[in-house]
């Protein structure tokens, strides 16, 4: 039912399937309150929705709105035709301490009135809910699921994750949904934290939560509506948001923007350009009365809110909803607290975090801790091998190749490491994302302790690099080409220690390009292996493959694939998930991958588009993008 088109972080821009229409994802739902439209459904669709939520019970406890949603449907009632989500109760729960309804009867009523996504009656957990409580709380919220599950229909049922401000609860009510029939899985009992600004709380909730969920069933956030939290809410997972602040905050004369909350009051000029705000001045808007300007302040946060809904979908596209995350976490400084928990969070982020893309910009100090990063510098520790000659260290930021350090290489052999922002990397990575390609400020460096050579190996021999190459004091045995000594270390960096040697064992020609010198082409024994990309990554050709199956041990690179994908993947077409047998757990998104039959014979070499856990559970889209089939390569002349 759910699609993945494109990531960034745990942000997903994907397809969610609906009996009304197909939505995409990142999307904002707004709340139509059935009792009293204020902005319709339709002129919301023309603002943006693509899916609106509204209030079952809400429905059911007024006899003429339910009798209409009965007979009619709920899309009839509230005057929509796209998707439509309901909920079930549980909100009333927390606001006014319980509700009159059976949890079986709200379900069979959301199925009865068609609604396309409907909610189980979850427990609402409380932000300071004692352990126990919360523990039996999500034990009711599951086995209430598990009655749904039987009766639900067509509909799509909605199962929240609950747990309160308990990571480890969270993690297991999440893993506990595994086995039981839902297709969206909202992240409950967070309206108090956001009304408190708790968002580092929020944080650690959706990490916890994400960590158990299947990968194939949406997110949602519910009451996740401020825009200043968007980019926040989509790169931890947020797949659906939804808003009933839009009307909330209007009503109380308040505007939202990106980067935080404004009162009309204080407003002597509107700094803003929608279509609300363009034909009015914030001195109009004062006098207007009352219901007038809930309505035009109203417009003025769906509009807003869209747009930014609009830029996560931009930034994820771009791969830099990172960059655009840490930028709004200064316009609030609990948003700024939660950045640090993603940055903590990074082993749990760096498995989604696509390889390469777009330049790396730095934002700030979280800069140099970014899960990109930090996998680079894991990487380092696990897989460089360093040149045979000494260890020496320039103290200089070096991004790609540089005369004098290659010749220092060539001569002598020696192991060059390099200031960059992230502390000291190798020279022979210094092309790589997000080292070589990378924009960061030319002041003082912003190295922080520990880093950098803390995670890889320590820079012993702080030789000056000149000393070496004017000595000349090592002979060399064996010359150095500079060239194929960066390639063999970005094939070890990416695919693993040794894999280099295997790529490149035989007579190897480095191409350049033209316009730029950078390396690109690389051929060994005159068959062409890989491509070098701009972010320094290395796409593998069909050779290349044959050459890093014979050599590398399984389960390295391998993704798995049945009979019925193999012959359709050696003429070039993409991998389905759906035929996805297994697949190696080090498989980044965006990295290089070989695709084998069960007797591991390759049949093809492409790129990744999912981790193992995605590709082994999405029933739908394409795990891994072919390049190059083994069909196509025995008919294609080097
Ligand atoms: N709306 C806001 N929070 C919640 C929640 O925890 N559960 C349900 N069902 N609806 C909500
Ligand atoms: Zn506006």
């Not at 909730?205 to 509506?225: D, E, Q, T, W």
């Not at 047998?581 to 069960?598: K, S, W, Y």
């Amino acid at each position: 039912m759910f699609e993945l088109k494109k990531r960034d972080g745990l942000a997903r821009i994907g397809v969610i399937e609906t009996a009304h229409g197909r939505i995409e994802t990142p999307t904002l739902l707004p709340v139509i309150n059935p009792r009293k439209v204020v902005i319709t459904p339709t002129e919301m669709a023309s603002m943006g929705a693509e899916i609106i939520i509204t209030n079952s019970y809400i429905i059911k406890r007024n006899e003429e709105m339910r009798e209409i949603a009965l007979s009619k449907g709920v899309h009839e009632l509230v005057g929509f035709d796209g998707p439509i989500m309901t909920d079930s109760g549980t909100f009333q729960s927390h606001v006014y301490g319980k509700v009159k309804v059976e949890p079986q009867e709200i379900v069979e009523f959301q199925r009865e009135i068609g609604s396309d996504i409907g909610t189980i009656l979850d427990i609402f957990t409380e932000p300071d809910d004692p352990r126990d409580v919360v523990e039996r709380a999500v034990d009711t919220t599951l086995a209430r699921a598990r009655e749904a599950a039987g009766i639900h229909g067509d509909m799509v049922l909605a199962g929240p994750v609950q747990g309160s401000i308990f990571p480890d609860i969270r993690t297991r009510c999440a893993r506990s949904y595994s086995d039981i029939d839902c297709g969206i899985h909202p992240i409950g009992g967070i309206v108090p934290l956001m009304e408190s600004y708790r968002y580092s709380d929020l944080a650690r909730i959706v990490l916890a939560s994400k960590k158990g969920l299947r990968p194939s069933r949406p997110v949602h956030l519910f009451g996740a509506g401020h825009p200043m939290m968007f980019p926040l809410a989509a790169y931890l997972g947020g797949d659906m948001l939804d808003s009933s602040s839009y009307i909330k905050y209007a009503r109380g004369d308040r505007m939202m923007f990106p980067s935080g909350t404004s009162r009309l009051g204080e407003l002597e000029h509107l700094p803003c350009s929608c279509p609300a705000c363009s034909d009015t001045t914030a001195a109009e808007l004062k006098g207007m009365d009352e219901d007038d300007r809930a309505l035009v302040l109203a417009e003025h946060n769906l509009r807003v809110s869209f747009a930014e809904i609009r830029a996560v979908k931009q930034a994820i596209n771009d791969g830099s909803l990172f960059e655009m995350m840490a930028r709004r976490a200064r316009c609030h400084p609990e948003l700024l607290a939660a950045l640090h928990v993603v940055l903590e969070g990074w082993e749990q982020l760096e498995r989604y975090a696509p390889i390469g893309r777009k330049a790396f910009m730095q934002t700030g100090h979280e800069s140099t801790y970014r899960p990109v990063v930090r996998r680079f510098l894991k990487r380092i520790a696990e897989r460089y091998s360093p040149p045979p000659g000494p260890r020496v260290f320039v103290d200089e930021v070096v991004q790609g190749e540089s005369e004098v350090l290659n010749r220092g290489l060539a001569r002598a052999s020696a192991d060059i490491w390099v200031s960059s922002p992230f502390g000291p990397v190798p020279y022979l990575l210094s092309h790589i994302y997000p080292v070589g390609y990378a924009l960061f400020h030319s002041g003082t460096p912003i190295l922080e302790p520990g880093m950098g050579s803390g995670f890889s190996m320590k820079v012993d021999s702080r030789k000056d690099i000149k000393g070496v190459l004017e000595h000349n004091a090592i002979s060399l045995n064996q010359p150095i080409d500079p060239a194929v000594a960066r390639v063999r270390a970005t094939a070890d960096h990416q695919f693993g220690k040794g894999a280099g040697n295997v790529l490149l064992d035989g007579t190897v020609e480095v191409v350049r390009s033209r316009n730029t010198d950078r390396i690109r082409n690389i051929k060994v024994d005159g068959e062409h292996v890989a491509t070098m990309r701009n972010d320094g990554f290395l796409s593998i050709r069909f050779p290349g493959g044959r050459r890093l199956a014979g050599g590398l041990d399984a389960p390295a690179m391998r993704i798995v694939v049945e009979p019925d994908s193999a012959e359709f993947n050696v003429k070039g077409k993409s991998v389905f998930s759906r035929f996805v047998v297994d697949m190696d757990d080090e498989i980044r998104p965006g990295d290089d991958v070989l695709v084998v039959t069960e007797e591991y014979e390759l049949v093809a070499v492409g790129r990744a588009l999912l981790t193992r856990d995605e590709a082994m559970d999405m029933e739908k889209g394409v795990a891994v993008k072919v390049r190059e089939g083994a069909d196509q390569a025995s008919n294609v002349a080097e």
